[in-house]
């Protein structure tokens, strides 16, 4: 059975830094793609970042520059470094891992709150 579990959400002050971690089990990731997503309260769910199987990235505007996403495919784990934190970041984060082929399969973790206040 697949579980993604993500860690590393809290409190932090504008301008400061967090780093979200999303363990997937389960089965072997290394051909997936992996990404974060993110929903504010009464927003719909937006993409922030995804990472290929080789590690190609694509970033939402609102985050280029800031965040950075990165797998350990040995850890079968992605990760979200986001700095320069925003009050408009805050919202529950999301992990995501996905593939196409050979089987069309998509697994989300429950979420992170990460909240951007002073």
């Known amino acids: 059975q697949v579980q993604l579990v993500e860690s590393g959400g809290g409190l932090v002050q504008p301008g400061g830094s967090l780093r979200l971690s999303c363990a997937a089990s389960g089965s072997n990731f290394n051909f997936y793609a992996m990404g974060w997503y993110r929903q504010a309260p009464g927003k719909q769910r937006e993409l922030v970042a995804t990472?290929?199987?080789?590690?190609?990235?694509n970033y939402a505007d609102s985050v280029k520059g800031r965040f950075t996403i990165s797998r350990d495919n040995a850890k079968n784990t992605v990760y979200l470094q986001m700095n320069s934190l925003k009050p408009e970041d805050t919202a529950v984060y999301y992990c995501n891992v996905w593939r196409r082929f050979p089987t069309d399969d998509d697994y989300w973790g429950q979420g992170t709150q990460v909240t951007v206040s002073s």
């Open positions: 990472i290929s199987m080789i590690g190609s990235t």
